[in-house]
T-cell receptor
Framework: NAGVTQTPKFQVLKTGQSMTLQCAQDMNHEYMSWYRQDPGMGLRLIHY???????DQGEVPNGYNVSRSTTEDFPLRLLSAAPSQTSVYFC???????????FGSGTRLTVV | GQQLNQSPQSMFIQEGEDVSMNCTSSSIFNTWLWYKQDPGEGPVLLIALYKAGELTSNGRLTAQFGITRKDSFLNISASIPSDVGIYFC?????????FGTGTRLKVLA
């Protein structure tokens, strides 16, 4: 099994550009989440989903959109990139309950 | 947004030493998790705790779910160089996991 797959691994954007970070999991997990990791800030929850068609905001949702049309995929869209969105982004999935999350290897995004 | 406070933020230790770190919150959690992140990788689950007062081990790692349900502790015994990395605690409330700020561990051989 591949687990949680994130693409791309690295990306450089210009301010104002839009893009989509891809996330796919092959474990049939119901729960999926996006986190961003900044130095000294740990992992902060952007958006999460508890099943196909159901999404909700986390702690830092501004500037990001998500949708969940299938169980497998949970893309994160940056609408108009800003330098403050320079970060490492992690997608994670969980079977639900209290089993914890399995993380992808991350996307390192730089906005110039 | 709420984050969990971890301490210490970073630590240098000698190989073979024991390590202790903790995680505190102003809110109660139903589940506590501890993760380790190696450089350039995503966090990997080490230990999960489900009940107040619970003590759980995974090899040289031992974690405890605080009695107040607002804190958790992780101990690493006889540290080795591959223990280097960032350790995160996470608390679960309903559908969400809230992560701590991390403890960066560096082991000196």
């Amino acid at each position: 099994n591949a687990g949680v797959t994130q693409t791309p691994k690295f990306q450089v954007l210009k301010t104002g550009q839009s893009m989509t970070l891809q996330c796919a999991q092959d474990m049939n997990h119901e729960y999926m989440s996006w986190y961003r990791q900044d130095p000294g800030m740990g992992l902060r929850l952007i958006h999460y989903s508890v099943g196909a068609g159901i999404t909700d905001q986390g702690e830092v949702p501004n500037g990001y959109n998500v949708s969940r049309s299938t169980t497998e995929d949970f893309p994160l869209r940056l609408l108009s990139a800003a330098p403050s969105q320079t970060s490492v982004y992690f997608c994670a999935s969980s079977p639900g309950g209290n089993y914890g999350y399995t993380f992808g290897s991350g996307t390192r995004l730089t906005v110039v | 947004g709420q984050q969990l406070n971890q301490s210490p933020q970073s630590m240098f230790i000698q190989e073979g030493e024991d390590v202790s770190m903790n995680c505190t919150s102003s809110s109660i959690f139903n589940t506590w998790l501890w993760y380790k992140q190696d450089p350039g990788e995503g966090p990997v689950l080490l230990i999960a705790l489900y009940k107040a007062g619970e003590l759980t081990s995974n090899g040289r790692l031992t974690a405890q779910f605080g009695i107040t349900r607002k804190d958790s502790f992780l101990n690493i015994s006889a540290s080795i160089p591959s223990d280097v990395g960032i350790y995160f605690c996470a608390g679960q409330r309903t559908y969400k996991y809230i992560f701590g700020t991390g403890t960066r561990l560096k082991v000196l051989a």
